[in-house]
């Protein structure tokens, strides 16, 4: 006699027997039907892919060609009008070129101070040559020029 445990066992053995038979049979009937379908199906993608080819092809040149031109066109008006208006550097402009005249002013008023004492100089050296003879150590004769 077989205790419960044994009954179940025994009762899920033949169970999945059975199913294991059932699901042999169905394969066996499915199998041709699937493949007709997978047929079926691949000759249908084939088609939609040579159907699909060329229209992408068609819309990549319309793209490249007529779309991206405009789009870069409009983007590059809209950066204008959203971009904000440039400072004004005048009153830097005009610091600059006041100070540029003023350091001007200052080298040229050097250059003529400079200027001014060597004339002086040179000046007073031609009058002291003029006026003080000038004694010649070789034969100690006075010289004047």
């Known amino acids: ?14 169970g ?20 007709r379908t997978r047929d079926v199906a691949a000759d249908r993608i084939m088609d939609a892919r040579s159907w699909s080819a060329p229209r992408i092809d068609s819309a990549a040149r319309y793209v490249e060609g007529g779309l991206a031109p405009r789009v ?20 830097r402009n ?3 070129m006041m ?3 003023m350091a001007a002013v200052g080298v040229a008023g050097a250059i003529m101070t400079k200027r001014s004492s060597m ?9 002291s040559e003029h006026e003080t003879p000038v004694r010649s150590e070789a034969n100690s004769h006075v010289h004047t020029p």
């Open 94 to 96: 005009i610091t600059l």
């Open 119 to 127: 004339q002086s100089l040179m000046d007073d050296t031609t009058k």
């Open 16 to 35: 999945a027997e059975s199913w294991r038979q059932n699901a042999s049979v169905a394969a066996d009937r499915i199998a041709p039907a699937a493949q």
């Open 99 to 101: 100070l540029a005249a």
């Open 72 to 91: 870069s066109s409009f983007l590059t008006d809209m950066a204008g009008r959203v971009e904000p208006p440039k400072p004004s550097h005048r009153g």
């Open 1 to 14: 006699m077989l205790s419960r445990y044994g009954r179940v066992r025994e009762a899920c053995r033949h």
